[in-house]
C-alpha cells in the first residue's frame, strides 16, 4: 500500500507561482511513475505532469513551458513547479503513483484569481 499526502495550493493572482508538494510512504518500491492530476468545477480528471522512476517526464500541453514536475528521492517527494500561473489553472491537483497499482492522494485546491 502506498499513502499519498499532497500539500502547497492556495489562492494566488494569475502570473504567481506556486509549489506542490507529494510526499509518499509506505511501499515506495512499488511505485514506477509518480504524476500530478487536476480537475476543475464541472470538469474531467485530466492529466497534468509525470515523472518516471528513470527521471523522464512528461506535460500536458496546457503546462508546458510554465509548470516543471521533479522529484526528490531521498525524501519521496514529488513536486510540481507552477509558474505563470492563469485563472484556466484553478483546479484541484492530486498527486498519483502507478506501480503494482494505482495510488491517489487526496488533492489540494489551487485558486488563480485574475
Known amino acids: 500500500q502506498v499513502h499519498l499526502v499532497e500539500s502547497g495550493g492556495g489562492l494566488v493572482q494569475a502570473g504567481a507561482s506556486l509549489r506542490l508538494s507529494c510526499a509518499a510512504s509506505g511501499s515506495i518500491s512499488s511505485i514506477n511513475a509518480m504524476g500530478w492530476y487536476r480537475q476543475a468545477p464541472g470538469k474531467q480528471r485530466e492529466s497534468v505532469a509525470w515523472i518516471t522512476s528513470g527521471g523522464s517526464t512528461d506535460y500536458a500541453d496546457s503546462v508546458k513551458g510554465r509548470f516543471t514536475i521533479s522529484r526528490d528521492s531521498a525524501k519521496n517527494t514529488v513536486y510540481l513547479q507552477m509558474n505563470s500561473l492563469k485563472p484556466e489553472d484553478t483546479a484541484v491537483y492530486y498527486c498519483?503513483?502507478?506501480?503494482?497499482?494505482?495510488?491517489w492522494g487526496q488533492g489540494t485546491q489551487v485558486v488563480v484569481s485574475s
Open positions: 498519483k503513483a502507478a506501480g503494482r497499482s494505482m495510488w
